[in-house]
């Protein structure tokens, strides 16, 4: 008897290692597929991702980008496959997360976990092209007027050297991933509250209550996440104190249907007292 009942647990416990283990396998052939994919068109994405910059330098001859280690644009080719691949095989990766953990949950349980799901990489690309098409251009031409064209000196004296940009292949990548995952994860904020209040841990009356709280958090945050300019910083805290009403806006949605919820469970049980 004892026997049998262990060999009943360990193969459910077996089936979900199995399903655990072609779920992973799933996510890494797409992950792997992406990659492949967005490293045959690297050089078209880190175009795309200049774009700001050239539009910011405008039609100046001699202006250019450069690289000072051989193998750095190799390196910058491979980065911008794993994340452009990471991105565009993500709904492959959610899909297949959600088919492992959705047959142990209620139907009321999944009505309530897959918006979450699908709001992640829209939030998340919302962030991206907020940052490429509104804050990049503002910093890029913030940081261009530090540029001085220097001046010859007078008979007998010494000139002045012009501060011309020459960005770094590397860095510049480094600094627009920096950017966009900073504002794509920032943008996560709604799902993260309200799985906290929906989870009961705080209610909508505390986090507007908390308020003033969240405005020196959040540019704590942006100033943590983003470059050392006034532009990426605001351009960064504005949408996340717009995000955080949001969230408050949400978490009261999801008590006022708890409510419902709870008022009508209680009413059925009145009516089963009664009968």
Known sequence: ???????????????H?????NRLVYSVIALLVGFILCVSVASYI??????????????????????????????????IGIYAGLFISFPVISNQLWRFVA???????????????VATPVLFFAGGAMVYY?????????FLTFETPGAPGAEGETGTLPIQLEAKVSEYLSLVIKLMFAF???????????LVARAGIVSADQLARGRKYAVVVVFLTAAVLTPPDIISQVGLALPGLVLYEVSIVLARRIERRRARAEAEADAEEEAEAEG
């Open 1 to 15: 008897m004892n026997q049998g009942a262990e060999e009943d647990k360990e193969a459910p416990l077996l089936d």
């Open 17 to 21: 290692i199995i399903e655990l283990r």
């Open 46 to 79: 880190f175009e795309f991702l200049t774009a700001p910059l050239a539009r910011a330098l405008g039609d100046e001859a001699g202006r250019r980008m450069i690289f000072t280690a051989l193998y750095e644009p190799f390196f910058v080719y491979i980065k």
């Open 103 to 117: 047959p142990g949950l209620y139907r009321r349980e999944k009505q309530a976990f897959l918006p979450y799901l």
């Open 134 to 142: 509104a804050v990049m251009p503002l910093a890029w031409e913030f």
């Open 184 to 194: 794509g994860l920032f943008f996560q904020m709604p799902v993260g509250i309200t």
